[in-house]
C-alpha cells in the first residue's frame, strides 16, 4: 500500500493505493477512475480485457476502494502518473453523492461534512495544520511557554457587546473572548508564555472575515513593550509564512497562491501611527473621523496593494479596550497596534501595552462604565509587584485564510461558526 503521492517513485511496479473514487467516466473500452487519498490524487485505467473491469464500470463518485495498478508516467493524467489496473477492489459503494457541479454557497455549507472531501477543503486544511505546528515551534523556539487559558470567564475582555453567554447552575458565565486578563496573571510565573486556543464572540458582522468561534494565538511577556511585541508578531507571521511557502507549495497553487508572494513576506513590516493611516485614508477618499474604529471598506482601502502586512499604532483611546496603556506623550493615544493584513484580509493581530498602574487602570474601568467587581483579582495583579507586561492575539483563521487568498474565512475552517450556522 502507497501514498497516491509516492506513486512517482515507483514507476512500472505494480503498487496498492486506496481511497475515494474522484471522478470516473468510461470510453465504453477503458474506465477513467481519478482516486485520491489524503496525499493526493491519480488516475486508475481500467480496460475491458481486465478482469477488474466489472467492479470499475460500476463504480460510483465518493466509493471507498482499494486498487492494485502499474504505475505508468503520463503526461495527460493528473498528476502525471496513472495506474494501469489489475484489481479494483470496492470497499463501499456510496449512493449518489449529492455534491455536483455549480452548487450554491449555502448548500455547499450544508454539506459541509461531505464537501470536506473537496480538493480545495484539503488544500487549505494542510495549509492550517502547517500554520498551527508553526506558531507553536516558532514560540517555543524563542523561550515561551504554552499555557492553557479557561474557557468559561466571568469578567468580558473586549467588551460586553460580544459576549456568549452559557447557563451556569443557576447563573451565567461566558465563553472566552482572548485569555487576556489569565495570562497577564501567569506572566508573574512564567513571565514568556502563549497559547493557541478557541475564542468565541457574538459577532453580529456578516463579514467575510467574522465567525463566532476562531482560533486565537495569543502572546503575553512581562517586563515588555510594545515595540518589543510588534518584533514578536512581525517574526511570527514572518516565519509562519515562510514555513508554509517551503511545505505546502502544492497546496499554495491549488488554491491559487503564488509561494513566491509569501516567500517576501519577511521583517520588517511597515508601521505607521493611526494618525498616519487617518491621512492616507483622507487621500483615497474616505471619510473617517478621527476617534472612529475602522471598519471593512477602511482597511481594503488603507492595503490594498500591499505586499505585506502593516502596524498601526497609537489609537485614540476611546476606540480601544479598557487595558491599554496611555501614551506618555499624549494620553488621549493608547499603546496599542494593530497588524492589518494586504488587500482587505482584515486584522491579522491586535495587541498593546497593559495598563500595569493600579490607580490608573481603577480610574480607566470607571470611565469605561464597567463595574469593577468581576475584575477584583484583575485588580490585584497590581497590588503585588505588578511590571510593565505587553501582549497580542493573533487570529489563526484569518491567517490561513490570508496565507490561502482564500474568499472567505470559512473557507479554511472545517466546520464553520458563523452567525446563521451552527450545523454540521
Ligand atoms: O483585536 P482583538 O479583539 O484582541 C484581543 O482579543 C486581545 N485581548 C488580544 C491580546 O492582546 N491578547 O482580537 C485579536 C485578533 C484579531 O486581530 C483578529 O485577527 C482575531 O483575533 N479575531 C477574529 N477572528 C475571526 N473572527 C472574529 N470574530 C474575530 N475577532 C477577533
Ligand atoms: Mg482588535
Excluded at 490524487?41 to 460510483?60: C, E, G, L, N
Excluded at 450554491?104 to 461534512?113: A, C, I, T, Y
Excluded at 470607571?366 to 469593577?372: A, D, G, P, Q, R
Aim: glycine content about 6%; overall charge positive.
Amino acid at each position: 500500500m502507497i501514498d497516491i503521492r509516492d506513486a512517482s517513485k515507483h514507476e512500472g511496479k505494480s503498487v496498492s493505493v486506496r481511497g475515494w473514487v474522484y471522478r470516473t467516466r468510461s470510453s465504453g473500452k477503458v474506465v477513467f477512475s481519478v482516486i485520491r487519498d489524503g496525499s493526493g490524487i491519480i488516475q486508475a485505467t481500467t480496460k475491458t480485457d481486465s478482469k477488474a473491469f466489472k467492479d470499475a464500470s460500476k463504480v460510483t463518485v465518493e466509493s471507498s476502494v482499494i486498487v492494485k495498478g502499474k504505475v505508468r508516467k503520463d503526461k495527460r493524467a493528473p498528476g502525471g502518473y496513472e495506474l494501469e489496473v489489475q484489481d479494483f477492489q470496492i470497499f463501499h459503494l456510496a449512493e449518489p453523492f449529492p455534491i455536483t457541479r455549480d452548487l450554491s454557497e449555502e448548500f455547499l455549507l450544508d454539506v459541509r461534512h461531505l464537501w470536506l472531501r473537496s480538493r480545495e477543503m484539503n488544500a487549505a486544511l494542510k495549509v492550517r495544520s502547517t500554520v498551527f505546528g508553526a506558531i507553536h515551534e516558532h514560540m517555543r523556539s524563542q523561550g515561551y511557554s504554552e499555557i492553557q487559558p479557561p474557557m468559561f470567564t466571568t469578567a468580558a475582555c473586549e467588551g460586553g457587546s460580544t459576549l456568549f453567554e452559557v447557563p451556569y447552575f443557576g447563573s451565567k458565565v461566558y465563553l472566552s473572548q482572548s485569555w487576556q486578563l489569565y495570562a497577564e496573571a501567569m506572566i508573574t510565573t512564567i513571565e514568556k508564555l502563549y497559547t493557541v486556543a478557541p475564542s468565541f464572540r457574538a459577532e453580529k458582522s456578516r463579514t467575510r472575515r467574522h465567525v463566532t468561534e476562531f482560533w486565537h494565538a495569543e502572546v503575553e511577556a512581562a517586563w515588555s513593550n510594545m515595540d518589543d511585541m510588534i518584533k514578536v508578531a512581525e517574526d511570527l507571521i514572518s516565519n509562519v509564512a515562510q514555513k508554509v511557502a517551503k511545505e505546502n507549495k502544492p497546496e499554495l497553487e491549488y488554491l491559487g497562491r503564488d509561494p513566491k508572494e509569501l516567500k517576501k513576506i519577511k521583517p520588517p513590516f511597515e508601521r505607521i501611527k493611526y494618525e498616519e493611516a487617518l491621512k492616507r485614508l483622507h487621500k483615497k477618499e474616505l471619510k473617517m473621523e478621527w476617534g472612529q474604529d475602522m471598519g471593512a471598506e477602511a482597511e481594503k482601502k488603507l492595503t490594498e496593494g500591499l505586499e505585506k502586512p502593516i502596524f498601526i499604532t497609537h489609537f485614540p483611546a476611546e476606540s480601544k479596550a479598557f487595558y491599554m496603556q496611555p501614551d506618555q506623550k499624549n494620553p488621549k493615544l493608547v499603546l496599542g497596534f494593530d497588524l492589518q493584513a494586504p488587500n482587505g484580509y482584515g486584522e491579522l493581530v491586535g495587541g498593546s501595552e497593559r495598563i500595569h498602574d493600579l490607580k490608573l487602570l481603577k480610574q480607566k474601568i470607571k470611565e469605561n462604565n464597567i463595574s469593577t467587581k468581576p475584575y477584583e483579582w484583575y485588580l490585584d495583579l497590581r497590588k503585588y509587584g505588578t511590571v510593565p507586561h505587553a501582549g497580542f492575539g493573533l487570529g489563526v483563521d484569518r491567517l490561513v485564510s490570508w496565507l490561502c487568498k482564500s474568499d472567505h474565512i470559512r473557507d479554511v475552517i472545517p466546520f464553520p461558526r458563523t452567525i446563521n450556522r451552527t450545523t454540521p
